[in-house]
């Protein structure tokens, strides 16, 4: 979303000419729609609005969100009798030659009704709103097969003498953070990663959240881009779940060449798993703010590293073992748990799987840290190291899920602990009521 600041300052200029005093009315809005809806379909529209109430219309858009090549509209209201800051954003999607509701959403203002606002662009219906001063988020719906998906969230802030903007990426697990010095516009700090939720072990994950990152981006080549030919080659997938003492993985490697280990000596393909286990701060893990406005960068960290080195073995008679190392002083409750982790690995049609699970006693927490209503992100990169010729060590490559830089912790990506009454991301199907109605019609 690297023009979502554009977005929110065309939509704000765009409003303020169209709609800068009152708003419109619903027969305004019906004439500037016409050439792109029929009559039908604008009918739809003005019975699915609140009935038997004045309402004027703040803002709205047309565009594609739904990904059909058909045109759906978003817009902004406000109930004439209410006193309150309150606004009501609304979504319709063409679904079958009919515009239907998808979404409705309640917000408050703080001085203008502008500052709730719809875009659509690029295949998603931005959604704006202001915090408060210097403080704005804006939230992309996209909607498929009856499902209205959150696939992204940009906010900024003001924080002291800096600008911090923030990109969350719900369908492709990425996460972005950049500071700004505001005077001048100078970019002091930048990451961009991937982001892998962890869910309890066992639970179904619904359609519309996504539960597996994946790498296969020529940035996350930090050793060998020379000799990587593309995720073919090398790419991997990640899946990740937990329970009360354990964080389990599933690496599913993409290998064209797999080369296990056929001596004690010899090189073979293996994963890396890079933990920073200090929890995040106020907005993320990457900064620290000082009471007197300083903000300092993490890109060092004295405790709180771990690294697994998972050698899969050669997939026959030697059996998948794990290294382990620490920037701690290790205690002998992490030294006895260490034993309980354990690692597995097996071949597949495309190159091989590793699972492996590690006791949140050996991170040093106590139990799993995630609370009942608030997830836990700490920093966590998967590399993985593949060759094609057991032949030729030097011709390695190292495929991450971050710009990768071990001695640095903002350079890792994350892992997010998602409680178990909570989802990361958001995902409504609009059919739900009538399934579920459904079903008890027929004694469910």
Avoid at 218 to 245: I, L, M, P, Q
Avoid at 361 to 381: D, I, K
Wanted: aromatic letters at 16%; charged letters at 25%.
């Amino acid at each position: 979303m690297k023009n979502s600041l554009f977005l929110i300052l065309f939509f704000l200029f765009l409003s303020s000419n169209i709609f800068a005093q009152s708003g419109i009315k619903f027969p305004e809005l019906a004439k500037r729609i016409d050439p792109y809806f029929d009559i039908a379909l604008i009918e739809d529209l003005r019975k699915q609005l609140p009935q038997g109430a004045d309402f004027n219309i703040w803002g709205y858009d047309v565009g594609d969100f739904s990904g059909d090549g058909y045109n759906d509209v978003a817009m902004s209201i406000r109930l004439s009798g209410d006193r309150s800051r309150r606004m009501h954003v609304y979504l319709f999607a063409d679904i079958d030659g009919f515009l239907q509701k998808v979404g409705q959403f309640t917000y408050n203002f703080l001085e203008l009704p502008l500052e709730i606002g719809v875009v659509i662009r690029g295949g998603k219906c931005f959604v704006t709103k202001k915090n408060k001063q210097y403080d704005w988020i804006m939230d992309a719906y996209s909607f498929d097969n009856g499902a209205l998906l959150k696939s992204e969230t940009f906010a900024t802030r003001r924080v002291g003498d800096f600008t911090y903007e923030k990109v969350r990426n719900y369908v492709d697990l990425f996460g972005t953070d950049k500071y700004i010095r505001t005077r001048n516009g100078e970019e002091m700090f930048y990451r961009k990663y991937l982001m892998l939720p962890s869910y309890s072990r066992g639970r179904m994950i619904y359609k519309g959240y996504q539960a597996e990152l994946y790498s296969d981006y020529v940035d996350y080549v930090h050793a060998g881009a020379y000799y990587w030919k593309g995720e073919t080659d090398c790419s991997f997938r990640v899946a990740s779940s937990h329970d009360d003492n354990f964080l389990y993985f599933t690496i599913d490697v993409a290998d064209d060449i797999v080369v296990p280990q056929n001596c004690d000596t010899c090189i073979t393909d293996m994963v890396d798993i890079w933990f920073d286990v200090n929890i995040a701060g106020v907005d993320n893990r990457f900064a620290e703010y000082q009471k007197d406005g300083i903000i300092t960068f993490r890109t060092s960290a004295e405790s709180g590293i771990y690294r697994l080195s998972i050698n899969p073995g050669n997939y026959l008679e030697k059996e998948a073992w794990v290294k382990i190392a620490t920037s701690d002083d290790v205690t002998p409750l992490q030294r006895a748990e260490s034993k309980n982790i354990k690692a597995v690995s097996n071949l597949t049609d495309k190159g091989y799987v590793i699972k492996v699970r590690v006791p949140f006693a050996f991170l040093g927490y106590a139990t799993n840290p995630v609370s009942e209503n608030e997830a836990v992100e700490f920093g966590c990169t998967f590399v993985v190291t593949d060759y094609d010729n057991e032949f030729r060590p030097e011709e390695k490559t190292e495929l991450s899920s971050s710009v990768f830089s071990p001695f640095d912790p903002s350079s890792y990506g994350s892992l997010v602990l998602v409680p178990q009454n909570q989802w990361y991301g958001e995902s409504v199907n609009i059919y739900t009521e009538d399934i579920i109605k459904g079903l008890m019609e027929y004694g469910f």
